[in-house]
Nanobody
Framework: EVQLVESGGGLVQAGGSLRLSCAAS????????IGWFRQAPGKEREGVSC????????YYADSVKGRFTISSDNAKNTVYLQMNSLKPEDTAVYYC??????????????WGQGTQVTVSS
């Protein structure tokens, strides 16, 4: 059974930091691109960041560049999203995703259940 289990969300003040974790199981981690989407109330789902299994390249949405960092620990089958300098507009449910092409995260095969991130002003 495929599982993507997110953790690390919570409430933080603007300017603060959080680190999200995504623990993956049930598929060959090294063959998949892993990333993060988010969805704020009343807004469309947005691709935030992705790390490619094929070459380790990373992608960031313009809205988070310079503030968020994605990393992968293949030994633990876990992907992290370090979020610094958080802003109220980062408030959303963050979803971990996995895509089997290994190239990008934008047509995910699997989704996690989501973790809430709330940034207060």
């Amino acid at each position: 059974e495929v599982q993507l289990v997110e953790s690390g969300g919570g409430l933080v003040q603007a300017g603060g930091s959080l680190r999200l974790s995504c623990a993956a199981s049930g598929f060959t981690f090294d063959d998949y691109a892993i990333g993060w989407f988010r969805q704020a109330p009343g807004k469309e789902r947005e691709g935030v960041s992705c790390i490619s299994s094929s070459d380790g390249s990373t992608y960031y949405a313009d809205s988070v560049k310079g503030r968020f960092t994605i990393s992968s620990d293949n030994a633990k089958n876990t992907v992290y999203l370090q979020m610094n300098s958080l802003k109220p507009e980062d408030t959303a449910v963050y979803y971990c995703v996995a895509e089997g092409s290994g190239l990008g995260c934008w047509g995910p095969d699997y989704w996690g259940q989501g973790t809430q991130v709330t940034v207060s002003s």
